[in-house]
């Protein structure tokens, strides 16, 4: 069964660094979306996108954050200045359709670490 | 406001038991997820129900959806021990009537299942 993959599964960095996230989505899916889930907390969405476009963003996906869509089949999310509380697990997942009638598939996750 | 608030926040089980989890939320929604995340795993879809469906099966899961309560259960039969996990309800953030949202799904802090063997 296809799955989306996410790289690399853990990635230590310094406060104040860039760090990649990179996902590759499930091929024939047209929605890609971030969510992240701090330790012992529930998992909050960042940021949904469609046809190479932001469709919606929350507050957390702040001016630091970027995510692009490179090539037919890379999805990455850019944090440019990490920050202590950062560190968290983030979910790349995608969608065949509009997620009010297509189910999420979440990647395993790659978890940052900021120190 | 929270959306998506599952109870019990733990559930303790013996194998071959029923497991029934509910979820609570505030605002309305176009639809209703449920999601299974074993420890240090991505969260692994299992069912969806549309806001003008009542209930859904699939295999050992069966979930209702009270729109009148704002709230559903998700109920495993003949639980086995590979079902530990936590299990989350997720609800789309579309908000009151007319609202529209591009892909927020709001979880809730889920319930931790053990099965034990």
């Known amino acids: 069964e296809p799955e989306v993959t996410q790289t690399p599964s853990h990635q230590v960095t310094q406060m104040g660094q860039e760090v990649i996230l990179r996902c590759v989505p499930i091929s024939n899916h047209l929605y890609f979306y971030w969510y992240r889930q701090i330790l012992g907390q529930k998992v909050e969405f960042l940021v949904s996108?469609?046809?190479?476009?932001?469709?919606?963003k929350s507050e957390i996906f702040d001016d630091q954050f970027s995510v692009e869509r490179p090539d037919g089949s890379n999805f990455t999310l850019k944090i440019r200045s990490t920050k202590l509380e950062d560190s968290a697990m983030y979910f790349c997942?995608?969608?065949?359709?509009?997620?009010?009638?297509?189910?999420?598939?979440f990647g395993n996750g790659t978890r940052l670490t900021v120190t | 406001s929270q959306q998506g608030e599952e109870d019990p926040q733990a559930l303790s089980i013996q194998e071959g038991e029923n497991a029934t989890m509910n979820c609570s939320y505030k605002?309305?929604?176009?639809?209703l997820q449920w999601y299974r995340q074993n420890s240090g795993r991505g969260l692994v879809h299992l069912i969806l129900?549309?806001?003008?469906?009542r209930e859904k099966h699939s295999g050992r899961l069966r979930v209702t959806l009270d729109t009148s309560k704002k709230s559903s259960s998700l109920l495993i039969t003949a639980s086995r021990a590979a079902d530990t996990a936590s299990y989350f309800c997720a609800t789309d953030g579309s908000g009151n009537a007319g609202g529209t949202s591009y892909g927020k799904l709001t979880f809730g802090q889920g319930t931790i299942l053990t099965v034990h063997p």
């Open positions: 605002t309305s929604i176009n639809n």
């Open positions: 129900i549309r806001s003008n469906e």
């Open positions: 996108f469609y046809n190479n476009e932001i469709s919606e």
């Open positions: 997942a995608s969608s065949e359709g509009h997620f009010y009638n297509s189910p999420l598939h």
